[in-house]
């Protein structure tokens, strides 16, 4: 078996809902992650762009509008790679690009490639309304649009009503089966807000985050680094009005956005003219019932860990996708592991949270991190919506 390596990792900064991005069509976000990894691999770029390129494996939770189904050959396309370049597109909901990775990482593994790029995206501004088709012509009744942005629509009437819950109201579940009170939660938020600006301005994101052409945006948009704990909490609750905790505050905001990483194998490293950064050494998978979703990155870290043959003892760095406050620190809680080393460049509740690009951020940061502090061992995770998780275990190959 072969051992996959991240090479290179980018992202768009991340807009805000009905900001800065939503101008902009989700295939050419990935377009644009896509054409800047493989002109960034000295070995890829230039004329016949990415035809080293085995395949493009992209997460996107949608699906229903302009990323036309297939968004990953769609942006292969359209970022001018070689027609030759299969590409196919995996629906995790919020773990969609890490599911990517895993799922390129084994076919790197197998032998079946050597170079993959992988990555995800979402603009969620642009998900579209979907009217449902009637079982006969002519309906007398009205019938409704369901947004495509965030959560369940078109319900199957025979899923358990206790599983269809927003996802609002099952963190609430979980911070009340965890006794996660609502200053610790806005305490997270104000950290994660505090953390994203210093990354900003000392420079870590410069390499990671690519503009979008003709959008002034040049930074996440949705980093608030006024956010102090005092303002949190005058923030209403937006579950539950007698005894809810979930603000807009210490939550992820809807967003828009890209992610890509290069992943290859050792002898890829020749091909593609640059040295790796990280090995995957590890992968998990979890799932439970849907209205815990947010604890479900706890038992997929477990067996990462073990698949790599580490315990949370040697973990220098951690990238826990910030869905809600809550869900984190019911994660952390049930870690053995120093808060501090978790997010420390900020998390999805100042950052943002474009589903099907959060796993390639999350990926990417952490590799990223590892280079710079010189830890060996790092480990990405992520919730998914009705109740799935995923861990991604990473071993610095340049310490």
Known sequence: MNDAFVYDAVR???????????????????????????????????????????????????????????????????????????????????GSSLDAAMIASRQIATGDADVVVVGGVESMSRA???????????????????????????VNPAMPSQWTVSLGEATELLRERHGISRERQDEFAARSHRLAD?????????????????????????????????RLAGLRTSFRTDNGTVTAGNA??????????????????????????????GRGTSALDPRYFGYAPVEAATVALARAGITWGDVGAAELNEAFAA?????????????????QHGGAIALGHPLGA??????????????????????????????????????????
């Open 128 to 154: 579209p309304w979907v009217l449902p088709k009637t079982e006969k012509p002519y309906p007398a009744g009205d019938l409704g649009l369901a947004s495509t942005t965030l959560g369940w629509r078109l």
């Open 198 to 230: 210093e990354a900003w301005s000392n420079g870590f994101y410069d390499d990671l985050v690519v503009p979008v052409d003709g959008v002034d945006l040049t930074r996440d948009e949705s980093i608030r680094p006024e956010t102090t704990v005092e």
């Open 327 to 343: 869900q984190s620190l019911a994660c952390l809680d049930a870690w053995p592991i120093d808060d501090k080393i978790v997010n």
């Open 12 to 94: 768009t900064p991340f807009g805000r809902y009905g900001g800065a991005l939503a101008g902009i069509r989700p295939d050419d976000l990935a377009a644009h992650v896509v054409r800047t990894l493989v002109d960034r691999a000295p070995g890829l770029a230039g004329e016949g762009a990415g035809e080293h390129v085995d395949e493009v494996v992209f997460g996107n939770a949608n699906g229903a509008g302009e990323e036309n189904r297939n968004v990953a050959r769609m942006a292969t396309l359209l970022a001018g790679l070689s027609p030759s370049v299969p590409g196919t597109t995996v629906n995790r909901l919020c």
């Open 358 to 399: 959060s796993g390639g951020r999350v990926l990417g940061t952490l590799a990223r991190s590892l280079q710079r502090s010189g830890e060996r061992w790092g480990v990405a995770c992520i919730c998914i919506g009705v109740g799935q998780g995923l861990a991604v275990v990473l071993e610095n190959v340049g310490r």
């Open 252 to 281: 992820s905001p809807l967003s828009d956005g890209a992610s890509a990483v290069l992943l290859g194998s050792e002898r890829a490293a020749d091909e593609v003219g640059l040295a790796p950064l990280a090995r995957i050494a």
